[in-house]
């Protein structure tokens, strides 16, 4: 479990606390609010407003009010309901293209050596080759890797979801829909498993040596 617990120095120089930019930490909790409201739609969608049982409440209560209606009239309004709330989460999803395309351009525009894929390589470097820092390279080689593949899940949920929203515009693709959404589907779940990995790590820490990691996400750290 300890693998997974993101930590406070930085690996060049083990001695400092980590530096995070102000467009790196607007990244992390906007993208933390958009993330968390576009599942929160899926949830809504297939509990309260599945169309099977919220057809079955809606005609439950309409008879109860003395109108008599058919499972075929209450369909489309059941429908209705839900595809609103999809209407939701479609803007959720522009927002979340939105802010990986801003993560992607930040990261040509950080430091070097704040740079995702060379910290990744520092990390590797440091744990295989030199062998020093090594508690401290494999923490930061398996946390940054998983940011690597967390960030491939943001790409194909943003490509798949675009396909989806535009489908109309992929006409010759129309007979691949069904496996795009089952792709969508997969990798929200895949998500999912990250963010409860990832929260589950950083409660970890801020029990052990990197208490503070959440307000240094704040306010900046290095301090």
Same mark, same amino acid.
């Given at each position: 479990?300890?693998?997974?617990?993101?930590?406070?120095?930085?690996?060049?120089?083990?001695?400092?606390?980590?530096?995070?930019?102000?467009?790196?930490?607007?990244?992390?909790?906007?993208? %933390?609010? +958009?993330?968390?409201?576009?599942?929160?739609? =899926? $949830?809504?969608?297939?509990? #309260?407003? &599945?169309?099977?049982?919220?057809?079955?409440?809606?005609?439950?209560?309409?008879?109860?009010?003395?109108?008599?209606?058919?499972?075929?009239?209450?369909?489309?309004?059941?429908?209705?309901?839900?595809?609103?709330?999809?209407?939701?989460?479609?803007?959720?999803?522009? %927002?979340? +293209?939105?802010?990986?395309?801003?993560?992607? =351009? $930040?990261?040509?525009?950080? #430091?070097? &050596?704040?740079?995702?894929?060379?910290?990744?390589?520092?990390?590797?470097?440091?744990?295989?080759?030199?062998?020093?820092?090594?508690?401290?390279?494999?923490?930061?080689?398996?946390?940054?890797?998983?940011?690597?593949?967390?960030?491939?899940?943001?790409?194909?949920? %943003?490509?798949?979801?675009?396909?989806?929203?535009?489908?109309?515009?992929?006409?010759?693709?129309?007979?691949?829909?069904?496996?795009?959404?089952?792709?969508?589907?997969?990798?929200?779940?895949?998500?999912?498993?990250?963010?409860?990995?990832?929260?589950?790590?950083?409660?970890?820490?801020?029990?052990?040596?990197?208490?503070?990691?959440?307000?240094?996400?704040?306010?900046?750290?290095?301090?």
């Amino acid at each position: 479990m300890s693998a997974i617990e993101p930590v406070k120095q930085d690996i060049n120089n083990p001695t400092q606390i980590k530096k995070y930019s102000f467009s790196l930490r607007l990244w992390h909790w906007l993208n %933390a609010i +958009v993330i968390t409201g576009s599942l929160l739609t =899926v $949830l809504i969608n297939s509990t #309260l407003l &599945d169309d099977r049982s919220n057809g079955a409440f809606i005609k439950n209560e309409l008879q109860k009010a003395g109108s008599a209606v058919t499972d075929k009239q209450i369909q489309p309004v059941a429908h209705a309901m839900s595809d609103n709330v999809w209407g939701i989460h479609v803007y959720f999803g522009y %927002a979340l +293209v939105t802010l990986l395309v801003f993560r992607l =351009v $930040l990261e040509f525009f950080q #430091l070097a &050596d704040k740079k995702l894929m060379r910290v990744i390589k520092t990390a590797y470097h440091h744990y295989f080759i030199t062998k020093k820092q090594r508690e401290l390279a494999w923490h930061e080689l398996i946390v940054k890797t998983l940011y690597a593949i967390f960030y491939l899940m943001l790409i194909t949920m %943003a490509v798949t979801g675009l396909f989806l929203a535009f489908e109309d515009f992929f006409e010759p693709y129309k007979s691949i829909r069904n496996s795009v959404k089952d792709v969508h589907g997969f990798t929200m779940y895949l998500i999912l498993g990250f963010i409860v990995i990832h929260i589950l790590g950083v409660l970890l820490a801020e029990r052990k040596d990197s208490k503070g990691i959440v307000s240094d996400m704040i306010n900046g750290g290095g301090e």
